[in-house]
């Protein structure tokens, strides 16, 4: 339901390498002509800063076959102001699947610290497939095909079955000889030639969420380009894909936890019960009520599991003690509480069904209440071009996710086992987690994911309560780098850490990192301090 979603708008989202290039020697074979393109610079647009410039590569469809069928990708960059401190260049992602980043550098060049600034063109681009870089689509989707999935019940299951036949069905009809090629692995490919379309021997590079896993390949299939990595937010890559969505459902858990045990503490506030026993029993009673005969909540139906449809839920104690208040008012017929507005202040009916909510901009942990750092909107809609098919995130997201690794089961029965095991051993968000996707009735993929094998001397960044990309797969993404540092903030909230305020405390050793290229000596603790309380507000904002 994505009126929930906005209520939460404070917490904040999936063959061989190419070998580098050698050394020029007189022997030595020219490079390819996708490596010795000269970007033709411009500027972008009349209502854009005039350092901000665009540009657009060509890449193959198909590196394989590099002489045949290309793709647009489009680029941008704001050029350092101080050639004296310049570095290189700083490529930016700031999540996804499915999110531009083309617009990128505006933002960044607007948060980032001005010493660390001076040392890098800021470089931005649309991933393949994306906004300007040759989108692709599905075609013409309801808004139940816009999405991730919807929760598990025997009688629906049919239903949902013929939902992700469906996705998969006009993905194929309206894409199908692009999609195989929306890839991680080609992703990491076009980084490089924009690396090379710059005049860069390496490059360094910021990327929030899904960028994380993108800069991790990356770093194993160009290790000698890899200069200043920092992963902010990150993706286990030994649980692409569905292992990542399942998380949300694993690692719910201990945030419903921490919340009841934080509302238990203000119960004069809130009303939901005076102990963390009482609060969990006022929650699991309005979702069973909700099942039985559906809460009218400003205006729609609610069943329970439209309450559980959202994952990030609870990772944001102000706002979940806010919302459940809300809706245990509508449930006993009461007045609202002070500053309980329409969910996300004006539209109270945009979506009220939680089996609707099945859209990489409603429930991804990649792409979901922020994409995929400071200040991305779900799906990239607050940085993305206005001329893109209306079905490319969710194209693009699919083909990522069901294109990047063949570990998803083909055997429908098969989720439908998982989904009703994980119902009952993660009861918020388990089943919603495990229950079918497209990528049941995917292609399979051209090329295996990408093993972590090579040492990665990069930083990692990771928020303890991030709701999109929890804790625990950050740490799986440090554990998998061999020699990588982490930056874990204590009581850190929201998906995105590095400049997403300006008092989090990962931002002094990721700037240190940034300016010197040193990696810390070891990982680093460091406590943010309290979010600011706002008991009432939450449901407002």
Known sequence: MKHLARLLATSGLLAAALPGLAAPSASAAPAPAYLRQTPAWHRCSADRPAAYECATLKVPLDYQRPEGRTLNLAISRMKSENPAKRRGVLLLNPGGPGTSGLYRPIRTNAEMPKDVRDRYDLVGFDP????????????????????????????????????ARGIADKCREKSGDVIPYITTRNTARDMDVIRAALGERTVSYLGYSYGTYLGAVYSQMFPERTDRFVLDSGVDPGRVWRG?????GTEAEPAFERWTRWAAERSDTYGLGATPEAVS?????????????PIIHYGEKMTGDDIRADPSLFFDPHGASAVVKSIKASADKAPQPPGGTAPGGTDPGASGKGADRKGPGAQSPLGGVRAAGPGVDAGGASEGPDAVPASNATAVYWAVVCGDTDNWPRDPEQYARDAARDKVKHPLYGDFASNIKPCAFWQRPLEPATPMKTRADVLTVQNEWDPMTPLGTGQGLHQALKGSRMVLALGGEGHGVYLSNPTACANIPVNAYLSTGRLPAKDVTCHNPPPTPDPEGAAAR
Do not use: H
């Open 128 to 163: 393949r497939g994306i906004g300007e870089s040759s989108p692709i689509e599905c075609g013409d989707l309801s808004e139940a095909e816009v999405g991730v999935g919807g929760a598990y019940r025997p009688e629906t299951f049919a239903s949902d079955v013929s939902w």
């Open 281 to 293: 029993a006022t929650f699991w009673a309005l979702v069973a009520r909700a099942d039985r005969d």
């Open 244 to 248: 990542m969505i399942q998380a949300w």
